[in-house]
């Protein structure tokens, strides 16, 4: 997730520059029409499939607290990144010397799961600081990214931070004051670098195109993937010894992926379900109002 908001603060970086008027029914109201839709319509989905992990949702009063009080649904990501967004445009007269290290500090608070009532608003302030580095350093990272783009530079840095991630998750770090944070400069670096070897190659062609076509797979991912699990839950064991539990990820993404780009034909000639009425519909958005 660092990534993803570094990736997406980038892409936002231009658009803090435009006026009020063409942003909120731009990038703004794109990013929480499909939110306010997704997570609706998931919500609905579970209120009659209930998912087992949280039980089945009830009723208008729970919808506002799942869906704007206490958000709990995976579509949160559309959410916080309409909230940067703004937050980026309101901010633009704080100088980045200032900017930079207060959210860096606040993300620092939040690894320790500072508001334990709900992991969407303690994102929000893990995550920020991730999107306004790329709102503010666009130009350093695409000229750090040309340095490291050579394929061992990036996988060693790829093993170091993966590796290090790995420690940190299986020791307990992972609450301690700042660790996530840190760890999310590396992951950020890292991804950076990768992206930056694979950009031209046979393996980065694909997933290109890939990128440039996930926004159906990100709407909907959350339903169909409950409903796979719900379909697999039955023939998976409890034994660390039992196989299926130890490909069931790796066929979950597999399955989930071939079943939405099936879906994904149909998903964009609805109107209004991959992008708002007021707008043309954008088929080839890897990240939600990329054009706002």
Known sequence: MPLFFFLSGLLASRAVERSWRELVPGRLGSNLYLYVLWASLAFAVFSLVPYERQGAPRGFAHWIQSTFLLPENGHWYLLLLALFTAAGKVLRPVPSAFLL??????????CTDVVSAS????????????????LRLRTTAFR??????????????????GTTALVA????????????????VGAVAAGVAAAAALS????????????????PLYLAHEVVLALLVLALAP????????????????????A????????RRHLIRVP???????????????????RS
Do not use: Y
């Open 101 to 110: 290290p207060a959210a860096a500090a606040v993300s620092a608070v939040a």
């Open 119 to 134: 992991f969407v608003w303690n994102n929000c302030l893990l995550l920020f600081g991730f999107f306004a580095a790329g």
């Open 144 to 161: 750090l990214s040309q340095e490291w783009a050579r394929p061992r530079r990036a996988g060693a840095l790829v093993l170091l931070v």
């Open 169 to 184: 998750a299986h020791s307990g770090w992972m609450q301690v004051f700042g660790v996530r944070t840190v760890l999310g």
């Open 200 to 215: 031209g190659t046979r393996l980065g062609r694909p997933l290109a195109s890939l990128g440039r076509n996930t926004l």
């Open 235 to 254: 023939a998976a064991g409890t034994s660390l010894t039992d196989p299926l539990r130890w490909i069931a990820p790796a066929l979950l993404v597999a």
């Open 256 to 263: 989930g992926t071939g079943v939405v780009v099936a879906l």
């Open 272 to 290: 209004g379900l991959l992008s708002p009425p007021w707008s043309p519909p954008r088929l080839d958005s890897a990240v939600p109002a990329r």
